[in-house]
């Protein structure tokens, strides 16, 4: 066999080879794990999944799209996570709510447990919690309906939740069995 051939072939093989493994690995990253496993298996029960290409074109650090502990105590009695739902319109994104032992937290922190999951307002980011006590609800208005504006003088009683995407921030809170939202950039 000459050199040119087995130049060529060494090529091919080198080639076919790249390209098997380029598939195993995209096709292993589809069963990443994005969000820990038993919120994943919440998010399953209600027909969601989890946000599979969540990290990807995210460049630099990006905070994890799930958050332990959004309420006061044992940081497992809480969990706030992204997921999406498939349909016929298309994909759309779930943030949920996970609350263990409700009847344990304290008065001001009982009007998070009334808080419905938000379906379908947000682009998934990082969550993070947002803790301060001096923040108000000035500039807040209603998830569902921009034209209603919250309380504007009443200060947080509770944390909230901060979404990061893309070096814009929005904020959360949860009033009287409400969501309202401050963009913060």
């Given at each position: 066999?000459?050199?040119n051939?087995l130049?060529v072939r060494?090529?091919?093989?080198g080639?076919?080879?790249?390209?098997?493994?380029?598939f195993r690995v995209?096709?292993?990253?589809k069963?990443?794990?994005?969000?820990p496993?038993?919120?994943?298996?919440?998010?399953?029960?209600?027909?969601?999944?989890q946000?599979?290409?969540y990290y990807?074109?995210?460049p630099?650090?990006?905070?994890p799209?799930?958050?332990?502990?959004y309420i006061?105590g044992p940081?497992e009695?809480?969990?706030v996570?992204?997921?999406?739902?498939?349909?016929a319109r298309?994909?759309s994104y779930t943030?949920?709510?996970?609350?263990?032992n409700?009847?344990?937290y304290?008065?001001?922190e009982?009007e998070?447990?009334?808080?419905p999951?938000?379906?379908g307002?947000?682009?998934p980011?990082?969550?993070?919690v947002?803790r301060d006590r001096?923040?108000?609800?000035?500039?807040?208005?209603s998830?569902?309906?921009?034209?209603v504006?919250a309380?504007q003088?009443?200060?947080f009683?509770h944390?909230g939740?901060?979404?990061d995407y893309?070096g814009?921030s929005?904020?959360?809170y949860?009033h009287k069995?409400?969501w309202f939202?401050?963009?913060?950039?």
């Amino acid at each position: 066999m000459s050199k040119n051939m087995l130049h060529v072939r060494t090529i091919v093989i080198g080639t076919v080879v790249s390209t098997l493994l380029l598939f195993r690995v995209a096709a292993y990253g589809k069963d990443n794990k994005i969000i820990p496993e038993a919120l994943l298996e919440i998010a399953e029960q209600n027909n969601c999944k989890q946000v599979s290409d969540y990290y990807e074109g995210k460049p630099g650090v990006v905070k994890p799209p799930y958050l332990y502990g959004y309420i006061s105590g044992p940081e497992e009695n809480s969990a706030v996570f992204w997921c999406e739902k498939r349909s016929a319109r298309g994909k759309s994104y779930t943030l949920m709510f996970i609350l263990r032992n409700i009847l344990s937290y304290k008065d001001e922190e009982s009007e998070l447990t009334t808080c419905p999951d938000i379906e379908g307002e947000f682009v998934p980011g990082g969550l993070s919690v947002y803790r301060d006590r001096k923040m108000t609800l000035e500039g807040f208005v209603s998830v569902h309906n921009p034209k209603v504006r919250a309380p504007q003088n009443l200060r947080f009683s509770h944390n909230g939740i901060e979404i990061d995407y893309g070096g814009t921030s929005t904020l959360l809170y949860c009033h009287k069995g409400k969501w309202f939202y401050l963009k913060l950039d």
